[in-house]
């Protein structure tokens, strides 16, 4: 076999994370009586979305500390509305990392294909999630046993797509670069810091994007797709 060694991101490429977010931040909304403050859910989810991307890439750049992430992405919709209320805030975020790692929705396929290649491969995580809620949710969607090891930004102080994490992955698991491949649904993170280290890549295009600065060493529309490929 070409490949030995699988890098798989988790969240929207395994852990369905986008339709468990939104379905945990409509329950805490309702919960802690945002209705009251915004025109709609929509509204709301549309005002923590563009700050949250905003501030991740700072995260990712080392221009801000996780708790002040954390902090201030559920702070400035209620500040967007007039309501600078940081208790509420923070009890609806503690409320939010509470439920989410037990929501349970996979991505289509996800257990069926790790199922399969649990057989024929050593399967690894490399993510960018924080230590608390990733193992939390790999047992909550039931993927956690398929994998030999966890690798996480959180525990190197350093994201993808920089070097310095593919490479402490591919010694913390004694993986060939030749034999490894990375799987992931995040161009900027995953397919960027493979092609980066020369380390081949599979797309799991799951947003639909329709042109790259590079070829993927593969492209998927759906998980399934690994099946055949490998």
Same mark, same amino acid.
Request: charged share 20%; aromatic share 16%; net charge negative.
């Given at each position: 076999?070409?490949?030995?060694?699988?890098?798989?991101?988790?969240?929207?490429?395994?852990?369905?994370?986008?339709?468990?977010? &939104?379905?945990?931040?409509?329950?805490?909304?309702?919960?802690?009586?945002?209705?009251?403050?915004?025109?709609?859910?929509?509204?709301?989810?549309?005002?923590?979305?563009? &700050?949250?991307?905003?501030?991740?890439?700072?995260?990712?750049?080392?221009?801000?500390?996780?708790?002040?992430?954390?902090?201030?992405?559920?702070?400035?919709?209620?500040?967007?509305?007039?309501?600078?209320?940081?208790?509420?805030?923070?009890?609806?975020?503690?409320?939010?990392?509470?439920?989410?790692?037990?929501?349970? &929705?996979?991505?289509?396929?996800?257990?069926?294909?790790?199922?399969?290649?649990?057989?024929?491969?050593?399967?690894?995580?490399?993510?960018?999630?924080? &230590?608390?809620?990733?193992?939390?949710?790999?047992?909550?969607?039931?993927?956690?046993?398929?994998?030999?090891?966890?690798?996480?930004?959180?525990?190197?102080?350093?994201?993808?797509?920089?070097?310095?994490?593919?490479?402490?992955?591919?010694?913390?698991?004694?993986?060939?670069?030749?034999?490894?491949?990375?799987?992931?649904?995040?161009?900027?993170?995953?397919?960027?810091?493979?092609?980066?280290?020369?380390?081949?890549?599979?797309?799991?295009?799951?947003?639909?994007?329709?042109?790259?600065?590079?070829?993927?060493?593969?492209?998927?529309?759906?998980?399934?797709?690994?099946?055949?490929?490998?």
């Amino acid at each position: 076999m070409k490949y030995k060694n699988l890098f798989f991101d988790l969240d929207d490429t395994l852990w369905a994370f986008s339709a468990n977010a &939104r379905d945990t931040f409509e329950e805490m909304y309702f919960k802690h009586g945002l209705d009251a403050l915004f025109d709609s859910f929509t509204h709301f989810y549309s005002l923590y979305q563009k &700050r949250n991307h905003e501030l991740w890439v700072e995260y990712g750049n080392g221009q801000i500390t996780k708790e002040e992430l954390n902090c201030q992405r559920f702070l400035y919709p209620l500040e967007a509305v007039g309501v600078g209320n940081s208790v509420l805030a923070k009890q609806y975020s503690d409320d939010f990392f509470a439920v989410i790692p037990t929501k349970k &929705r996979l991505m289509p396929h996800a257990i069926e294909v790790l199922e399969y290649l649990s057989g024929h491969y050593n399967l690894y995580i490399l993510s960018n999630g924080f &230590r608390e809620l990733q193992a939390k949710k790999m047992h909550s969607g039931g993927i956690h046993h398929y994998f030999k090891k966890v690798i996480l930004s959180d525990d190197l102080g350093v994201m993808k797509p920089w070097p310095d994490i593919f490479h402490f992955a591919l010694s913390a698991t004694q993986s060939e670069l030749k034999e490894s491949l990375m799987i992931g649904d995040s161009w900027d993170a995953d397919m960027v810091g493979a092609h980066g280290v020369g380390m081949h890549h599979a797309f799991y295009n799951v947003s639909g994007r329709a042109e790259y600065p590079f070829q993927p060493t593969y492209q998927l529309n759906d998980l399934k797709e690994l099946i055949e490929l490998l």
